[in-house]
């Protein structure tokens, strides 16, 4: 029962995360399917299915929210944190899109910001993953980093009860509204424990730079007890097919412009320590995961290693509320049971 393992506490449209089979399932279409998708049309299915096929329009406007009266230093996830929190809305339909909105512009700001930069506004006419780009970077972007990115955003928008999602879930549970859902869902992302660790399975490969060095390195990494960063998942006992989505984008972001060296890199660290895994612990199913490519992605696409996870949150920001919609539709509060184990008087 401990971290409620194996317990089930929601029925959802929404995703299925099959770790036996590698497969993940989201609102009906294969993972690998949606990859190809624009952002947008996975965000309006998402929605969708969460409110009985009612249809939320997505709005390009954002606003700076609470993040130009954060010191420059502030981390980038408690700039998030603290921008999604200072918005407010009249209702869901309000919510939703201005949420979904605001949070590129709320990182970008708050990064720009720590650059020395002055923030940038919106622009319109670019797609939600191509206006992101701009407003980091201040120039539109190549449309293979908008695809790569784009592909990117699509593959984290959901991944079941998560900690994230469950911790958005139970504060849409109790009739709250969805900022608050979606502030205490960052706050759980924020953790190192469930936000992932992209930036240091980048690092090992960067560590490593020759090919001829990996199984040198990794091997002693995993002789001292290391644990080998983009390796394993708590749930997925076979390849993660976050990653194999993840390596295609990355193999076309990289031979169609990118550091090919570096990706050839990766694979041959890859490789090496998926059979190293194998050898010192067999029939683990220590396997690629998301980590691994999403590093190598990002990076492609432009991203420095602190935009990585919250990246992600203006992905996953989607999957949080359409979660929370389908939450207010089952209309009941999550009130898990505890087990005392304390002394007795």
């Not at 401990?2 to 009906?28: H, K």
């Not at 809305?89 to 970008?108: G, H, N, Q």
């Not at 205490?184 to 936000?195: D, E, F, N, R, V």
């Not at 240091?200 to 091997?219: H, K, N, Q, T």
Request: with cysteine; aromatic share 6%; charged share 20%.
């Amino acid at each position: 029962m401990n971290g409620l393992e194996g317990v089930v506490a929601a029925e959802t449209r929404l995703s299925m995360v099959d770790g036996q089979r590698g497969e993940l399932i989201i609102a009906g279409h294969r993972l690998e399917e949606l990859a190809s998708w624009h952002f947008e049309e996975v965000v309006q299915l998402l929605w969708g299915v969460a409110s009985g096929g009612r249809t939320i329009p997505l709005s390009r406007s954002a606003v700076l929210a609470g993040a130009s009266s954060l010191a420059p230093t502030a981390p980038l996830m408690d700039a998030l944190r603290a921008g999604v929190a200072s918005l407010t809305a009249a209702d869901d339909a309000e919510a939703a899109p201005l949420l979904l909105a605001s949070c590129p512009v709320i990182v970008a700001a708050a990064w720009r910001r720590q650059q020395g930069l002055e923030p940038l506004v919106s622009r319109p006419d670019l797609g939600f993953a191509a206006n992101y780009l701009y407003l980091l970077h201040g120039v539109e972007p190549d449309s293979e980093r908008v695809r790569g990115l784009e592909t990117y955003l699509n593959t984290v928008v959901d991944h079941g009860l998560n900690a994230s999602t469950f911790t958005a879930r139970v504060i849409a549970s109790t009739g709250s509204d969805l900022i608050s859902a979606v502030t205490g869902a960052i706050g759980a992302l924020k953790g190192p424990l469930h936000g992932g660790a992209p930036g240091p399975a980048l690092d090992m490969v960067f560590a490593i730079g020759e090919a001829s060095r990996a199984e040198e390195s990794l091997r002693r990494k995993i002789e001292s007890g290391e644990r080998l960063m983009g390796f394993g998942h708590r749930i997925y006992k076979v390849r993660d097919p976050r990653a194999d989505v993840l390596a295609a984008a990355a193999h076309r972001l990289y031979t169609r412009g990118g550091d090919l060296a570096l990706y050839e890199l990766a694979r041959a660290v890859e490789r090496t320590a998926l059979r190293l895994l194998e050898e010192y612990k067999p029939g683990r199913g220590l396997q690629t995961n998301v980590e691994f490519y999403t590093a190598l992605l990002l990076h492609g696409v432009g991203l420095p290693t602190e935009l990585f996870t919250p990246t992600f949150a203006i992905s996953r920001v989607a999957g949080w509320i359409a979660h929370c919609l389908e939450q207010r539709a089952e209309g009941r509060l999550i009130r898990p049971q505890s087990v005392y184990v304390g002394a007795m008087p």
